[in-house]
């Protein structure tokens, strides 16, 4: 069976080349992230974030975080993995702004649109290991996905009271549209949300959020 | 004991919030990383990519391809760590290019102080972790700091592949060189190795990068 051996061997071998060079092309197609802004701007040049630097942003606040979750034990390589393709579906659909409550109407469907196309770039079990984190992520059920979800949320509203809410000011938005928004953070982490709610009355103590229009 | 067994909790609860600011003070600091320039250049904008672009992208690397690593049984999760953390000290210390081997000289001792002061900004326990996971990735020894390595080097010869060798060819580099310099990556993912060897000798053909001078 020597010579069947061999070529089996070389059969994996051409089979393991292949699935490595798919890799690499979802790798090279996702560096298209790095496109795709977002309305929060960074604190030191003032200019919009993009996707890839606010996913590292959020890898580094769970690594950072991660003993304040609400779940006692957390299983932290499955939200870091969860945060590093959360945001590819934007590639295709775009950022949509938190608070535009008219294109988040189809958001979803535009997004599992654009998953099936970029994850489905990977080998078939990848593109079924990296859509079930995006899945998990999108239902915020599990308590990575609320810790994921805590972090993704909290850290814009810190570069916003940080850039005297700059993202806010630009769109009208209220005290009262970010409690709401935001508020489920509490969900995976009820210490951070005690901490953002201080922190949001700072900056509407400062001038740079408004409060609640007045009934 | 009750009133004393409250004003225990009082100072457990003010010592978790010190701990918690603390940490969010350190999430603000290295929004920094995200002004910090590299040599190579993104596919899309061909604007220089900005050190945590490049760290989400190696995150996205490690989780795609961790199965070709050398080691049969790798720890992703510290993986993951140490390339969250690894660029950190180039906020204080500057992005050294890969083949500028007189800023390289000093370069260790100009980040070893950047460590002190950025990873200082956290409570103890995790400065010495965070410490811990940058020397580590510098020392190279681990199969976990291997692979990154391998990662670390591999996605800038990508990106340089994929934009017509443009940083290679704005600083006159020569196909010896990447390879003396990126060979390292044999060492945590030979198959990496392998097609890095392939795509380089593919730039060379497409005229993107220059072949070793003749002796």
New interface residues.
Partial sequence: MRSGGGFGRRMEATS??TR??R??E???E??????IFRQTI????RRP??D??H???L???V???AE?ANAKSLD??RV??ML??HDLVEIDAGDTFAYDTAAMADQHEREARAADRIFGL?PAD?TNEFRGLWDEFEEKQTPEAKFATAVDRF?PM??NC?TEGAAWKRHGITQDRVIARNQHIAEGCA??WR?AEKMVQGAVDAGHLKPAPQA
Same sequence: chains 1, 2.
Avoid at 30 to 35: A, F, R, S
Avoid at 42 to 45: M, V
């Fill in positions: 393991a080349a490595l060079a890799q690499i979802f790798i090279f996702v560096d298209k992230l790095k496109e960074n604190s030191q040049s974030e993009n890839a630097e996913s590292w942003h890898c580094l606040c690594i950072t975080l304040h932290v390589l870091l993995k590093i393709v990977l990848q850290q810190l570069l940080r210490e951070l901490y």
